[in-house]
């Protein structure tokens, strides 16, 4: 009760403007009441100034009398004030302008937003991919191939992708085989161990690298076993052209991490329990294709592709 202040009641910023805007309409339309009354006694004043008073009864233009043209002019004038009240002041007037300028902030500032945000989730990319590099610095991203040994992924696709059933190849393709030889001969091959153990021995004038997660994998002598991709690359980093040989595994992980593909697309589907991953040509550039027919060496016909990273 004592020295206790009455609360003041507090009016907000939006709430006051749109308090002094209401009043600003109120007085403009007021003062077009006004105008319209003054007119419309105006008027009667001015007819009965001629027609009872005879002011200018001689006094006629066009053949008219005179107070019709004075009463027009006024009539046009208040038709500009209510047009002013009405149309420029409510929908060009000030507050009109305010809340279209308000409307085109909001919206430039969505806009600023979505592409903060695209930023932002570019810039995590970027950072997270730095990351990696640094976590593994025995990989080199594609980027930086031109310094780097060409890491060929080398397979044998059919249309549907399939590559294998049961640890063995789908097809015999002679033509297949000795592509494979030559561009292999003298280099490293990398493969995980299921593919390994599909041969009936090592391939001659190959070094052959094994990946496989035991840690006491018994291979012949010259094999080379590793524990990870990452591992097989780094043991293959003498070789300009270092080669992932397969299988399905080993396929989807290096297709991450290669320069090229030497690709034989049989063009038939088959039936199979491994995959090669789907090509995604906006990272793959076709620069090679030849095509081969059935003959009596070949049963299916085929095509030799290259792809390179672009
Ligand atoms: N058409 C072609 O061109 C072609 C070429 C090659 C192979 N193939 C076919 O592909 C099939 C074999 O492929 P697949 O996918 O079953 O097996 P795979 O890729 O040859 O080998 C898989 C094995 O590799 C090891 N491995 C995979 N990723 C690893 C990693 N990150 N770190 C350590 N070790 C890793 C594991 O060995 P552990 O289990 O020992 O840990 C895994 O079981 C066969 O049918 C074969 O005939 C086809």
């Known amino acids: 009760m004592f020295g206790k202040k009455k609360p003041i009641p507090q009016i907000d910023k939006d709430q006051l403007e749109l308090i002094e805007n209401a009043q600003k309409r109120i007085k403009q339309k007021k003062r077009l009441y006004i105008h319209f009354v003054i007119f419309l ?13 005879g002011i200018g009864k001689d006094f006629k233009l066009f053949g008219k009398e005179w107070f019709l043209f004075a009463i027009l002019i006024w009539l046009f004038f208040f038709l500009y004030h209510l047009f002013n009240v009405f ?5 060009m007037g000030e507050t009109w302008e305010k809340e279209q300028l308000e409307k085109l902030v909001a919206k430039q500032q969505e806009r600023i937003d979505k592409l903060k945000a695209g930023f932002v989730k570019e810039e995590t990319l970027i950072a997270q991919s730095e990351v990696y590099a640094e976590a593994n610095p025995k990989i080199q991203s594609p980027k930086s191939k031109k310094t780097q040994s060409e890491l060929t992924i080398i397979v044998a696709a059919a249309e549907n992708d399939a590559i294998g059933k049961g640890n063995k190849l789908i097809w015999h393709l002679s033509n297949d085989l000795k592509r494979f030889k030559n561009l292999t001969n003298g280099h490293h091959i990398i493969m995980g161990r299921k593919t390994f153990e599909s041969f009936p021995k090592p391939l001659p004038n190959r070094t052959h690298i094994v990946i496989t997660r035991q840690n006491d994998y018994k291979v012949p002598d010259g094999v080379i076993v590793v524990n990870s991709l990452e591992d097989a690359i780094d043991a293959a980093k003498s070789d300009p052209q270092p080669f992932i040989i397969g299988g399905g595994e080993i396929y989807k992980q290096a297709l991450l991490l290669a320069d090229k593909i030497e690709l034989t697309r049989v063009h038939e589907d088959f ?6 991953p789907k090509i995604d040509t906006s990272v793959w550039k076709e620069i090679a294709n030849t095509f081969h027919t059935k003959d009596e060496k070949h049963k299916h016909e085929f095509s030799f592709l290259t792809y390179e990273r672009i």
């Open 87 to 91: 149309i420029t002041h409510k929908f």
């Open 41 to 53: 006694i105006g008027a009667i004043f001015l007819i009965a100034a001629n027609t009872v008073l």
């Open 271 to 276: 039936e199979a329990d491994t995959y090669f």
